[in-house]
């Protein structure tokens, strides 16, 4: 099985899955007296059924994408764990900025005053220069490198 065919399989076995759900929640709650519009068992069957497959096509994907290299040499394995850690890092930078960036309203000198302890433009042009690296990364450039917080971001 080639890795194109495996995700494509995969995202028709998420779609099912998600089905399934929406069909035993729709038959898990009844008025008394009322029946079901589906079996629930028979719904659970099929969705224990669609999790082995689940487990069966993840692991020839993974096996598939250790053993796939890109023209960099790393495996596909690899630029997954380092695309899914960047983004992660992105979204930790963000969430840094939003916080720092927060005004804090007072309505009288006597209400605690909050100061920001990171230097937020420095660490918007990081968010902004790991941006472009993925863009240059989606439109075939190299590879973007890890992000890091030195302690000269810090106020």
Known sequence: MKLAEALVIRADLQRRVELLRTRL??????QEGETPPENPDV??????QSFAQFVTLITQINRLSLQTQ????RTLTKAIAQRD????????L???IEAASTKSERYSH????YETTVSVGQL???????LGALYCCESGG??????????AFFV
């Open 110 to 113: 006597r209400e605690l005053r």
């Open 142 to 151: 190299k590879m973007y490198a890890s992000i890091r917080l030195p302690t």
């Open 94 to 96: 963000m969430s840094i």
């Open 43 to 48: 719904l659970f069957r099929e969705l224990e």
């Open 124 to 130: 918007r042009q990081q968010y902004d220069d790991g």
């Open 85 to 92: 850690i960047f983004s992660l890092q992105q979204s930790v």
């Open 70 to 73: 890109l023209p960099d040499g």
């Open 25 to 30: 929640v729709g038959s898990a709650k009844v």
